[in-house]
Nanobody, 128 residues
Framework: QVLLVESGGGLVQPGDSLRLSCATS????????IAWFRQAPGKEREGLAY????????YYADSVKGRFTISRDDAKKTVYLQMESLKPEDTAVYYC?????????????????????WGQGTQVTVSS
């Protein structure tokens, strides 16, 4: 059974950093492409970043490029999202997602329709 469990969310101040974790089980991590999404109240779920299954290539949405970093620890079966210089507009529920495949083009990897498995989400609130 494929299982994804996010953790690491919380309340932080603008400019702070936070690292989210996505613990995986039920599959071999390096066989799956893993992504991070977020959803703010009243907004669509937004793709932020993904890490490919083959060589660990990464791709980021423009909204987080340069501030967020996705990484993968195959031994720990965990994918991370390091977030720097957080802003109030980063407030959302953050989700990790997985699918067993390789994205056909970079932008496609940020589409929620691509992903088969989802975690339950972790809340990140950025407020002073």
């Amino acid at each position: 059974q494929v299982l994804l469990v996010e953790s690491g969310g919380g309340l932080v101040q603008p400019g702070d950093s936070l690292r989210l974790s996505c613990a995986t089980s039920g599959f071999t991590l390096d066989s799956y492409t893993i992504a991070w999404f977020r959803q703010a109240p009243g907004k669509e779920r937004e793709g932020l970043a993904y890490i490919s299954r083959d060589h660990g290539n990464t791709y980021y949405a423009d909204s987080v490029k340069g501030r967020f970093t996705i990484s993968r620890d195959d031994a720990k079966k965990t994918v991370y999202l390091q977030m720097e210089s957080l802003k109030p507009e980063d407030t959302a529920v953050y989700y990790c997602a997985a699918f067993r495949g390789t994205v056909v083009n970079q932008a496609a990897g940020l589409l929620k329709s691509v992903y088969d498995y989802w975690g339950q989400g972790t809340q990140v609130t950025v407020s002073s």
